[in-house]
């Protein structure tokens, strides 16, 4: 039969005596003796054999459980609170079952669900080599040391008894004089805050504190009447000595529970406030008398501009005032009651303040934030593409390189003008000197110009031909250069070489050409040299140029 790895030593015999037994467990080979607490567990093979002139042997397998073990470790006690712990055993083969258990396989054991008292757990191993153990788990209530609150103890005051939530614990701290019942003698501890604490130590302990405060006797006092300026600040304080600190301050004004405060009243008042520190009220009150100032106003005669503005100011707060500061917010600091006069430098918007003072020292400040504003001045400058151009060739385009400006005016010197910030301007065909203005500005009306000259040329412009037939048809008939522009007519001659050099012909009019003879007579047919010299029109630079030209019959 099956064995487990703890039972004892079987003997195994065969048919025949005197063979020899092995194999694992086997721990007498001659007696047949097979040990499972040596073999362990599993299958094994023994073989028993039998020797002589006729042998033989033969095997049976053996095989050996595992004991499983069901002891279980010792647990608890635990508290209720305890929502689940996991029970373990020696084996973890088992089934788990008793009050509590919530899952079976695992052991998961929940002192809440059990509930306070003792639990028998039972853990049961299966198989021919399981087995069965108990425990008995216990399971405690839930306490609750929660103070009640005690109210605020005067130090001259009777003792007084704490209690808590549940019984049976432990009081501790100054002024207890009985830690069973939680006796509490304030004349003991001396005013200030004392700690309480209260322990229940069992299966389920709880441990909790409380604050005691104890007030010592007081005296107090408050801010003397006082007299302020109207719309001035109003500070009143209140307090109290010889107690523990611990005060409570009701302000019948309304002023919430603080020992002080600064308030505007805008008129008399008379502030009463009941100071308590839970043993004595006292009651206290000051009053705020007002000393009026007069509505402060002024005006100036200009609001904007450019840097050197000079800027008038007028008072126009009522009467009582006997010193009046100007701060203009430039630096410039004057004393005077009628008006003042400052001039502003640099761009910038300025606060400008007024104080005014009474006679008995009530002040007020009134002022208007960023009330002169100055721009800053603009720096006209512009470039061109180009400055000097042909008149076959007079667009222009313009590189506005201004600075705080926001606004451009441009006349291009040739009765045209724009508001564009980067114009493109074509100017006539016409030679000249064209003078280009900008006129740059911002919006605080500060302006600047700047000021360039284009130069624009007459184009040199002509065509020579370089054949003619003066053969009395009506076609190409003379031969002259065609000047178009560019040249100065005063200053045009032509000439024509024959083949030797010899000048044949030459002419001081444009408008004239040759027809082919010399001195009259028709010269031959051939190839002739031709000069032309002349100056330029707008530089007066002296041209010259040749050429030949072809005569055909």
């Known amino acids: 039969a099956s064995l487990c790895d703890n039972s004892a030593s079987v003997t195994l015999t065969g048919v025949q005596a005197g063979g020899t037994w092995s194999g694992t467990g086997i721990t007498n080979a001659a007696n047949g003796t097979f040990d499972p607490t040596v073999s362990g567990a599993g299958n094994f093979t023994i073989t028993y054999s039998i020797a002589g002139p006729c042998p033989d042997s033969k095997t049976i397998n053996i095989f050996v459980e595992p004991f499983a073990d069901p002891t279980i470790t010792p647990a608890g006690p635990f508290c209720e609170s305890v929502n689940s712990v996991t029970l373990t055993a020696a084996s973890n083969t088992g089934i788990w079952s008793g009050t509590g258990i919530t899952n079976a396989n695992t052991g998961a054991f929940s002192p809440a669900i059990a509930g306070p008292g003792s639990h028998i757990i039972t853990y049961t191993t299966p198989g021919g080599c399981g087995s069965v153990d108990t425990e008995t788990i216990i399971v405690g209530a839930t306490v609750d040391a929660s103070i009640t609150p005690v109210p605020n103890q005067c130090s001259n005051g009777a003792p007084i008894q704490l209690t808590a939530a549940d019984p049976n614990g432990v009081w501790s701290g100054a002024g207890i004089t009985n830690s069973a019942t939680g006796m509490f003698d304030p004349t003991i501890t001396g005013p200030g805050t004392h700690t309480i604490t209260y322990t229940i130590t069992d299966i389920c302990s709880d441990q909790q504190t409380t604050n005691i405060l104890v007030y010592q006797p007081m005296q107090a006092f408050i801010t003397p009447d ?15 000595s010889l107690g523990s600190g611990a005060y409570n301050y009701s302000w019948v004004n309304g002023m919430g529970n603080s020992p002080g405060f600064n308030n505007n009243p805008g008129g008399p008042v008379t502030y009463t406030v009941d100071i308590t520190d839970g043993c004595t009220i006292i009651q206290l009150s000051m009053d705020v008398t007002i000393e009026v100032i007069p509505n402060i106003d002024f005006v100036a005669d200009t609001l904007i501009g450019c840097p050197d503005l000079t800027v008038n100011f007028t008072n126009l707060s009522g009467a009582g005032s006997a010193n009046c500061i100007w701060d203009f917010g430039n630096g410039d600091v004057q004393d005077n009651c009628v ?168 002419s001081f009019d444009q408008e004239v050409g040759w027809d082919g003879t010399y001195t009259g007579v028709i010269v031959k047919e051939g190839v002739y040299t031709w000069k032309l010299t002349f100056r330029d029109k707008d530089t007066d630079k002296r041209r010259e140029y040749t050429g030949h030209l072809n005569l055909l019959r």
């Open 339 to 506: 008006g003042a006069t400052t001039v502003y430098t640099a761009p910038g918007c300025y606060d400008v303040n007024l104080q005014v003072v009474t006679p008995i020292g009530c002040t007020d400040n009134y002022s208007k934030l960023s009330y002169i504003c100055l721009g800053p001045n603009p720096i006209a400058k512009f470039i061109t593409n180009k400055t000097e151009m042909l008149t076959t060739n007079t667009k222009v385009e313009f590189t506005n390189q201004s600075q705080n400006a926001d606004s451009y005016q441009w006349n291009f010197g040739d009765g045209a003008s724009s508001v564009v910030v980067h114009p493109i301007h074509t100017y006539p065909e016409e030679s000249g000197v064209y003078t280009i203005r900008l006129v740059a500005s911002n919006n605080f009306g500060c302006r600047d110009t700047a000021y360039q000259n284009i130069k624009i040329t007459e184009d040199l412009l002509f065509f020579v031909p370089n054949a003619f037939t003066p053969d009395n048809d009506e076609f190409n008939q003379t031969w002259r250069p065609i000047m178009y522009s560019g040249l100065d007519p005063l200053s045009y001659h032509v000439e024509i070489y024959n083949r030797w050099g010899e000048m044949i012909w030459e």
């Open 226 to 240: 006082t007299l302020i300026c109207v719309y001035g600040t109003a500070t009143v304080n209140s307090g109290a």
